[in-house]
């Protein structure tokens, strides 16, 4: 789903560790605990190393810019959660449960401590973001991803046409909504009941035809 319901994620993560420089993963939770406090928009090899107390230069050895150390900490988080998709995809027969499937190990992420909050609000962000837009990055082409695309693809109604924006308001709606609920606390609603409700409102997104006035416009439009 380009969903981000992603190549290689760049030639940072094959680069050695040297001495003296700050490993690899000190600097994707660092790039993390920016992000989560200033914004991608605001992301920079700079800040990063100013998070770091580092130099600039020790970053660019691991990382050669922004987008790379991006696409490292979507992977980071992601192939923790995919594993459990290639388990459990052979299973899956309805778009329900694939859909559940999605929403319930993102949401799961928000119980990791080591970065996962962070990593569903950068998901989030980079849905609208002017600079790292979500949409098109490796982290949405993944087998694993592309495996949970054809569970739902011959159960969607959505045309053509409209594929691209359902597919960027699928992304929005459920990083947004996952991120929106874990930041309520303790008031929030039961995580099972966030899950059944968002897998709804995918489902529309996903799945559901568009109304005969906007079958109309895009015939208009053809």
């Not at 939770?29 to 800040?47: H, I, K, N, P, W």
């Not at 991006?70 to 299973?91: I, M």
């Not at 991120?179 to 009941?193: K, L, N």
Request: glycine share 6%; with cysteine; net charge negative.
């Amino acid at each position: 789903m380009n969903f981000g319901p992603f190549q290689s994620f760049g030639s940072a993560a094959t680069v050695r560790e040297m001495p003296g420089l700050p490993t690899r993963i000190e600097v994707l939770r660092a790039t993390e605990r920016f992000c989560e406090r200033s914004g991608v928009d605001a992301l920079s090899l700079a800040a990063v190393a100013r998070l770091m107390d580092v130099a600039s230069a020790q970053v660019a050895a691991i990382f050669h810019d922004e987008t790379s150390l991006l696409d490292a900490v979507l992977e980071r988080h992601q192939a923790r959660y995919e594993r459990a998709w290639e388990e459990r995809l052979p299973s899956v027969e309805t778009a329900r449960a694939a859909l559940h499937l999605l929403v319930s190990t993102i949401a799961a992420r928000t119980r990791d401590d080591d970065g996962g909050p962070a990593y569903v609000a950068i998901c989030a962000q980079m849905c609208t973001s002017p600079r790292f837009s979500l949409t098109g990055r490796p982290a949405t082409t993944t087998p694993a991803a592309l495996k949970l695309i054809g569970k739902l693809m011959p159960h969607s109604l959505v045309p053509f046409p409209l594929i691209p924006a359902r597919f960027e308001r699928f992304a929005l709606v459920m990083f947004g909504s996952i991120i929106a609920w874990h930041r309520q606390g303790q008031s929030r609603m039961p995580e099972a009941v966030l899950v059944e409700e968002l897998v709804d409102c995918l489902s529309f997104l996903g799945l559901t035809a568009p109304s005969e006035e906007v079958r109309g416009v895009l015939d208009a439009h053809a």
